[in-house]
Structure formats: structure tokens, C-alpha cells
């Protein structure tokens, strides 16, 4: 106990915790500027590379063996027909799953504990074994053959697991006592649910499905497994054959003429615009429709 | 100090709180027999038996952990939505079985509506909060005025007439808690069970709960769980103590009700030593 | 806000005053008992301290349950305790009416002295606008006039002193002794009223100001 007489000073002079506590800082900085430096530097890489290709050819157009009349139009119409299909199966059954998964189901019984874990493992497994699967269930064993149906339908398996994860995370954050409140007057459990717990859940919903549409668009290896074909110079239609955008941007790197390269380069500034688009529209709806419970 | 006219005719008409014998002259709303609550095996509440008459104001006080909350939420089976509870006994609702096979819970909620501790209000308007019973119930009749005479008796209406369709969320706690009373009277109750409405409340938000509880007390029968004692002095006609009683060996809490009498009773003479070491915070 | 409460600190005053009127009642009756040597008049006076008497402890009684169940405190809390020991005042002074009636009545075949009764009535009348001061002055809250009241009760008290005196002289009359000496406990007992009102004006000093003093020392 120091006495009265003595005041303690208190000027820091603690040095060694304080170099620890600057090293620190300064070594996060670094791992940020190593991430962030890293994407920073390829995307200006592919802007410059691609920028002399981006015209209205290359969004009107129809592809072409000749650099500088090939248009990736078809690929453009089948990247968004497809984020279409996705959206509307995806949606809907990923969004009852994680209603009967949040709301319904018993977390006692081992099956449903079973799914809970499989949900996971499911958003991890890699897309490309969507693709086999989708080949040979979709494709084939439907017989749907290779068609934009098909490829829609894949990529909304690629994406079902990561739709119910948001989903269920938005349903859980709907306070509980907003449903005891429902519960009180008198309302039944799905009354509860569908006036109540979805309402407030949906801008959580809704960011999550487009994030995970964002991923949809971006994926390639599914699709070539299913036959997005290389060379379409038609519009396509649902149940006609296609070929998707990341598809287009992969052969048009495979081709040795240089001016495919930057095509490719500026197809990717395409894709990036479509995805970073639908992303930032999904953070403005999260952050419009942040709740104060 | 400003002078009093005192007008001797209102000397008959103040109730200090309706003595007991007034009290059981009124028709039973609910009749508790050897009631006992547990959770997953544990007994929460054990062996409760009281009577619950109309119009009347009946608090349930008692140290944290006696059950007092889990024994309001007998009273309109919200304990069914917590899966690992267990009810025994019965609970007769004007006479018949709340806990019988064929009972339709929805009906139950909608006789016997529920305010809760902490405001609840749906993140919706003023106007679709308090329409919301009335609507998933298929009640007929004009909304809108359904809505109005509910905020009118939950003392609401004038604060919020004009901005009916601003959202709930935007009101202060009082107001908030009264919206929640509002709702549930859209539904046309029974009865309105309270669990702690003003604990999260100020102290003016609180006077005004009680002032509404008072005038309530005219038209439904209030059933209220709180842990201020003087409250329940305030309000209540008849109040129920609850104690813990914890098991030597097992070291299990068991609640049980010590003493049900008119409030007055319980507050100057009460009978059970445990009351009279509670209602005077001798309480361990 | 606490309408109900605040109903119930009005009724408990509303009886307070009633119970004071009946009173006034009683000291007006026994003054005029007095000054015509009525003896029924003192019977009613006698039969009526009954209701006097449950009006206190019913006052007394509601005071215990608002004391328990309304937890009142501040200027609430000091009404009820003035209300509390005034009621007991104005019960005291019903009781002196009774001890006037009874003395009254055990005398009232002697001789009555014209000088002494007019000086008891005279008493009786100052009394009675104590109370009356007092009561209303509790009811307008009025401290000043309150304070009045101790003038007022020296009146009575001078009085008092003055029928003493004259029943000294009565020392050589036996028969007007024996009335004379019932009269100067019948002045005893309206110069306690007098007090009593006092006491009340106290009362409302306490409940506006918040601090009890007495009004005059007792060395008076």
C-alpha cells in the first residue's frame, strides 16, 4: 500500500507492453495490406488488360472467330437467365428449409441434429461435384439434357446450403419474444410464422440470397461439366443449349490470338460488374433494413 | 400548500381494495387444484391451490425462483410452447378444464391475453400491431374501431390518434407497454394476465400502469407477477406469496404458494411468518 | 395519477372534518345544556360520544391501510399523520363534552350562580369558534390562522381563571360550594377543548411546514 505521502505517477512507462501492443498493430496492418493489396493489384490488372475491349460490341454482340467482332451477348442472356432460375428455386426452398429447421423442428430427435450438421458439409462440398452429380441425375437421368434449365438447377444445389444457412440466421435473429407476443393472442404457429417471423426476416433473407446468387453467377466448373457449350451465336432459351459467361471468359483465354486475351480480360470486368453490383445492392438492403429489436 | 375542498359524499365511494368476503362473493374465473410444474424432471412449482375471482386484481409476489412466473403461464397454457415442461393438477377455467384433451389452446389465448416484462411490440405500425389479433382470428366488425377502442381503454389514444401508421418501435417504454395492453384487449379477453409489466418501466410509466389496472379491474379479471411488493399493495385486492423451499438432500428449489388472503390482510396482519418476513424485507 | 390513492386521502380527511362538525355539534349542545340546565340535552350529548368514538378508530383503522398499502410519503405522509392525531383531538373533545353533560346533570337540582354560567357559556362559545378556526384552517391549510388560535385560547384560558375565582368565594356556602366546585371541572374540562384546538392548529403547522412546534411553552 503506498502511502498518502507518495503519490504514484501516472506516467506510463510500461515500454515492453507498449512495443508489443504497436508491433501488433503494425503486423495486422501488414496481413491487410498483403489481402487487400493482392486483389487491388489483380483488378487493376484486368481493368487495364481488358479496357480496350469493352465496347457495346462486346455486350451486344454475338461471338465470332474474329476478335474484334465477338460480343458475348448469348453468354451475358445466360448468366442472367440462370442467376433467374437459381433465384426462383433457391429462394423458396431454401427459405421453408430453414423454417422448418428453426421453427418446427425438434432439436431433440437425432435426424433433425443430423441435418443441422450435414447443412454445413454441404455448403463445402465442392461445386465441381455438384456439376458430376448434376450430369448424371439432371442431364441424363431426368433427361433434361444440356439445357439452361439444367444448369440453373445445379447451380441452385451449388448454392441451396448457404441460402439456408443466411436464412436461418436471419429467422434466429427475430427476438423470441416477438413470437410469445403472437403466441399470447392467440395466433397458430404458422400464423405466427408467416405474418410475423418472415416479415422481419426477410432483408436478412434477402441479402443472403443475393450473395449466394452472387456466387451462382461467378461459378464455372459446374456448368462446363453439364455442357454450357463453347460456341453459342444464338439468344438462348430455357430449354435450349447455352453457354454462360464464365464459360465465355475460359475459352476466349484458351484461343491464341492476343486480342482474345483482353476480350477475356474485359468479359471479366463484365462478370465483375454483375457480381459486385448484385452485392452491393445486398449490403444497401442490409444496411436500409438494420433492426433495433 | 393549496387549500382542500373535501366533498364528504365521495367518502363511500373509495375502495381500499375489496376486502375478502367481497372478493369470494364474485364468480370463480379460475379454480387451482394441486397444481405442480416441472422442467426436464426438475420441479419448479409444486402443490398450488387458489381461486380466482372475476373482476378482481390478484398479484403474485415472491422472492426470485418461487415459480410465480411459471405459474402465471399456467393460466393460459404459454408453458406448452416450452417443450421440456410438465403441468399436473388442474385448472379449471369457469368451470372447465384448461389442461383437457380437446381444448383449443388459440381460444384460450384469445380469452386470456398476456402482457409481458419487457415490451413486445411487433416491428410493424401502431395500427397493425393492435390488428393483428383481431385479424389472425377472423374477428369481424370494423378494424378500425376495434383498434381505436382498444387504445382508448389502454389510455393510448390521444398520444397516438395521429400517427397510427408510424411504427410501434418509435414509442417510448410506457407507451410501448401500453400498446402491448392495447393489443391484447383488441382481442376482447377475459382475462389479462400481467408478468411484471412494469419493471422495465419509470417510475411515472409504472403510476400510469396502475392507474390503467385500476380502471381495467371495471370490465376484465387482472391477474399480475410482480416483485415490488408495494405494488402489489397498490393494486391488488387479493395477493398470493410464493416461496422456494430447497430440498436438504438434493439441493433442488421447489416453489410453493405460503399464503393467499386479501391484500390488506397480507400487508398488516398476515398469518405465515415467511409473509410477514417477506412484505417486510426480512427476507433472507 | 394515483387517483385511487389520492381518493382515499380525501375520504380519510372528509371524515376527519365530518367527525370535527359532529363535535362542534356536541360542545354547542352543552353550552346551551349549560345556560338552560337541560338535562336531556346532556343525555343525547353523552349517547352521541359513541359515534364520536367509532368514527375515531374507524379513521385510525383506514389510516393503517393506507399507511400499508399506499406507502405514502412527503406531504401525503404528513397529512396522514396529522390527520391521525388530530382525529385523536377532536375524539378527546367529544369525551370533554360527555364529562360537561355528566357534571351538568349530577348538578343540576343545586342553585345555579348566574355569574358562573354566563362565564361557562361564554367559554363554550369561545370554544366552539376554536374548533371551528381550527377545522377550517386545517382544511384551507392556513398556518397564520392557525397561530390565531393561541390568542384565542388565552381567552379561554383567562376565563377559566375567572370562574375560579369566583368559586372561591362560595368557601362559606356549602350547597354552592358543592355546585361550584362541579363547575370549575366543567371549566376545566372546556379550557382542555380549547387546548385540544390548539393542538389541531399545531397539526396544521406540521402537515404545511413539515416541522411540529408547539404553539406556546408550557411554562405558560
Known amino acids: 500500500?503506498?502511502?498518502?505521502?507518495?503519490?504514484?505517477?501516472?506516467?506510463?512507462?510500461?515500454?515492453?507492453?507498449?512495443?508489443?501492443?504497436?508491433?501488433?498493430?503494425?503486423?495486422?496492418?501488414?496481413?491487410?495490406?498483403?489481402?487487400?493489396?493482392?486483389?487491388?493489384?489483380?483488378?487493376?490488372?484486368?481493368?487495364?488488360?481488358?479496357?480496350?475491349?469493352?465496347?457495346?460490341?462486346?455486350?451486344?454482340?454475338?461471338?465470332?472467330?474474329?476478335?474484334?467482332?465477338?460480343?458475348?451477348?448469348?453468354?451475358?442472356?445466360?448468366?442472367?437467365?440462370?442467376?433467374?432460375?437459381?433465384?426462383?428455386?433457391?429462394?423458396?426452398?431454401?427459405?421453408?428449409?430453414?423454417?422448418?429447421?428453426?421453427?418446427?423442428?425438434?432439436?431433440?430427435?437425432?435426424?433433425?441434429?443430423?441435418?443441422?450438421?450435414?447443412?454445413?458439409?454441404?455448403?463445402?462440398?465442392?461445386?465441381?461435384?455438384?456439376?458430376?452429380?448434376?450430369?448424371?441425375?439432371?442431364?441424363?437421368?431426368?433427361?433434361?439434357?444440356?439445357?439452361?434449365?439444367?444448369?440453373?438447377?445445379?447451380?441452385?444445389?451449388?448454392?441451396?446450403?448457404?441460402?439456408?444457412?443466411?436464412?436461418?440466421?436471419?429467422?434466429?435473429?427475430?427476438?423470441?419474444?416477438?413470437?410469445?407476443?403472437?403466441?399470447?393472442?392467440?395466433?397458430?404457429?404458422?400464423?405466427?410464422?408467416?405474418?410475423?417471423?418472415?416479415?422481419?426476416?426477410?432483408?436478412?433473407?434477402?441479402?443472403?440470397?443475393i450473395l449466394a446468387l452472387s456466387r451462382a453467377v461467378g461459378e464455372t466448373a459446374p456448368l462446363i461439366m453439364v455442357g454450357a457449350i463453347t460456341y453459342v451465336a444464338f439468344n438462348p432459351t430455357l430449354f435450349g443449349p447455352y453457354t454462360a459467361l464464365p464459360v465465355q471468359i475460359y475459352n476466349w483465354t484458351k484461343q491464341p490470338d492476343t486480342d482474345f486475351q483482353t476480350l477475356a480480360a474485359a468479359g471479366a470486368i463484365v462478370l465483375l460488374v454483375i457480381v459486385l453490383s448484385m452485392n452491393a445492392v445486398a449490403i444497401f438492403l442490409r444496411n436500409r433494413y438494420r433492426k433495433q429489436w | 400548500m393549496e387549500a382542500r375542498r373535501i366533498d364528504s359524499g365521495k367518502i363511500a365511494e373509495v375502495s381500499h381494495g375489496l376486502e375478502r368476503t367481497e372478493v369470494e362473493r364474485r364468480e370463480k374465473v379460475f379454480s387451482v387444484t394441486d397444481l405442480s410444474v416441472a422442467y426436464s424432471g426438475n420441479v419448479a412449482l409444486e402443490g398450488v391451490n387458489l381461486d380466482v375471482h372475476k373482476q378482481t386484481v390478484t398479484a403474485f409476489i415472491g422472492p426470485s425462483g418461487c415459480g410465480k412466473s411459471t405459474f402465471i403461464r399456467c393460466f393460459n397454457r404459454m408453458n406448452d410452447l416450452v417443450p421440456s415442461a410438465r403441468v399436473s393438477g388442474t385448472v379449471l377455467y369457469h368451470g372447465e378444464d384448461l389442461y383437457a384433451r380437446d381444448v383449443d389452446s388459440v381460444e384460450i389465448r384469445r380469452r386470456i391475453g398476456m402482457v409481458f416484462q419487457k415490451p413486445n411490440p411487433f416491428p410493424k405500425s401502431i395500427y397493425d400491431n393492435i390488428a393483428f389479433g383481431p385479424r389472425v382470428l377472423s374477428m369481424e366488425g370494423s378494424l378500425d374501431e376495434r383498434v381505436e377502442q382498444a387504445l382508448r381503454r389502454a389510455a393510448l389514444w390521444d398520444e397516438v390518434k395521429d400517427r397510427l401508421k408510424d411504427g410501434a418501435l418509435g414509442l417510448s417504454g410506457g407507451q410501448q407497454q401500453r400498446l402491448c395492453i392495447a393489443r391484447a384487449l383488441a382481442v376482447e379477453p377475459d382475462v389479462i394476465l400481467m408478468d411484471e409489466p412494469a419493471s422495465a418501466l419509470d417510475p411515472i410509466s409504472t403510476t400510469r400502469i396502475e392507474d390503467l389496472m385500476h380502471e381495467l379491474k371495471r370490465d376484465y379479471t387482472i391477474i399480475i407477477v410482480t416483485h415490488n411488493m408495494q405494488q402489489a399493495a397498490r393494486v391488488a385486492d387479493m395477493t398470493a406469496f410464493f416461496s422456494v423451499i430447497v430440498d436438504e438432500d438434493g439441493g433442488g428449489r421447489r416453489g410453493v404458494l405460503v399464503e393467499y388472503d386479501s391484500t390488506t390482510k397480507i400487508f398488516t396482519t398476515p398469518s405465515d411468518k415467511r409473509t410477514e418476513d417477506y412484505v417486510t424485507g426480512r427476507f433472507g | 395519477m394515483r387517483v385511487e390513492f389520492q381518493g382515499e386521502l380525501d375520504a380519510l380527511e372528509a371524515g376527519f372534518q365530518e367527525t370535527g362538525e359532529i363535535v362542534l355539534r356536541s360542545i354547542r349542545a352543552v353550552a346551551d345544556a349549560l345556560r338552560t340546565q337541560d338535562v336531556e340535552l346532556c343525555d343525547e350529548v353523552i349517547a352521541f360520544d359513541d359515534e364520536i368514538d367509532d368514527r375515531y378508530h374507524g379513521l385510525e383503522k383506514q389510516i393503517e391501510l393506507v399507511l400499508a398499502r399506499q406507502t405514502p410519503v412527503a406531504g401525503d405522509l404528513r397529512l396522514v399523520l396529522a390527520l391521525l392525531h388530530s382525529g385523536l383531538h377532536v375524539e378527546r373533545m367529544g369525551d370533554q363534552c360527555v364529562t360537561i353533560a355528566k357534571l351538568t346533570k349530577l348538578s343540576a337540582h343545586l342553585d345555579t350562580k348566574q355569574t358562573v354560567i354566563e362565564s361557562l357559556v361564554d367559554m363554550g362559545e369561545r370554544c366552539e369558534e376554536m374548533v371551528r378556526v381550527s377545522l377550517d384552517a386545517f382544511a384551507a391549510r392556513d398556518v397564520e390562522t392557525a397561530r390565531g388560535l393561541h390568542g384565542l385560547d388565552d381567552l379561554v384560558d383567562r376565563a377559566n381563571r375567572q370562574v375560579f375565582g369566583e368559586v372561591l368565594g362560595y368557601v362559606h356556602n356549602p350547597e354552592a360550594l358543592e355546585w361550584g366546585m362541579r363547575q370549575i371541572t366543567v371549566a376545566r374540562c372546556f379550557e382542555r377543548i380549547g387546548d385540544n384546538a390548539v393542538d389541531i392548529g399545531e397539526q396544521t403547522a406540521f402537515l404545511v411546514t413539515g416541522e411540529f412546534a408547539e404553539f406556546t411553552d408550557a411554562s405558560h
Open chain 1, 1 to 209: 500500500m503506498t502511502s498518502l505521502a507518495t503519490p504514484v505517477s501516472i506516467q506510463g512507462d510500461r515500454p515492453r507492453r507498449l512495443w508489443r501492443n504497436r508491433l501488433f498493430t503494425l503486423a495486422m496492418l501488414l496481413c491487410m495490406l498483403v489481402a487487400f493489396g493482392t486483389l487491388a493489384v489483380l483488378l487493376v490488372d484486368t481493368l487495364i488488360t481488358g479496357w480496350p475491349a469493352i465496347s457495346s460490341q462486346l455486350l451486344t454482340g454475338l461471338p465470332s472467330t474474329v476478335p474484334a467482332e465477338a460480343g458475348a451477348r448469348p453468354a451475358i442472356l445466360a448468366t442472367l437467365y440462370l442467376g433467374l432460375v437459381v433465384l426462383l428455386f433457391s429462394v423458396p426452398i431454401g427459405v421453408m428449409t430453414a423454417i422448418y429447421l428453426e421453427e418446427y423442428a425438434n432439436r431433440e430427435r437425432w435426424w433433425n441434429r443430423a441435418i443441422e450438421v450435414n447443412i454445413q458439409n454441404l455448403a463445402a462440398v465442392p461445386a465441381i461435384v455438384y456439376g458430376i452429380l448434376g450430369l448424371a441425375f439432371i442431364v441424363r437421368g431426368i433427361g433434361v439434357g444440356r439445357v439452361v434449365l439444367a444448369g440453373g438447377l445445379i447451380l441452385t444445389l451449388v448454392v441451396l446450403p448457404t441460402v439456408v444457412v443466411s436464412s436461418r440466421e436471419a429467422i434466429r435473429s427475430v427476438p423470441d419474444s416477438i413470437r410469445q407476443g403472437a403466441f399470447a393472442l392467440g395466433a397458430t404457429k404458422w400464423q405466427v410464422v408467416w405474418r410475423q417471423v418472415l416479415p422481419a426476416s426477410i432483408p436478412g433473407i434477402a441479402t443472403g440470397s
